[in-house]
């Protein structure tokens, strides 16, 4: 499988998960995410939020590019599930 039908596929499920949250699990999400990356700026610097978007506006990413989207999907996906995964509670 390529690159690209990857980051597609995990494009997919990440909108589908996203579709059938509800705004509070959205809401714990977005704080997961941001405090994975607090914790990974205070380790390893600052992220570049202008380069990241230009990451997601490309039109054709190269490998590298794709395997960040790709691993950035991923790490989305893991926190829906975590968030919405029946408990109500948060695995994290």
Do not use: W
Request: charge should be negative; charged fraction near 20%.
């Amino acid at each position: 499988m390529t690159e690209m039908s990857t980051f597609d596929q995990t494009y997919e499920l990440a909108d589908m998960l996203m579709e059938k949250a509800t705004k509070e699990q959205l809401a714990e999400c977005a704080r997961l995410l941001a405090l994975n990356l607090a914790h990974h700026q205070i380790n390893h610097g600052e992220v570049p939020v202008d380069q990241t978007l230009a990451l997601l506006r490309a039109f054709e990413p190269d490998k590298e590019h794709l395997d960040l989207l790709i691993d950035g999907m991923v790490n989305l996906i893991g926190v829906l599930l975590n968030v919405c995964g029946g408990s109500g509670q948060t695995k994290h």
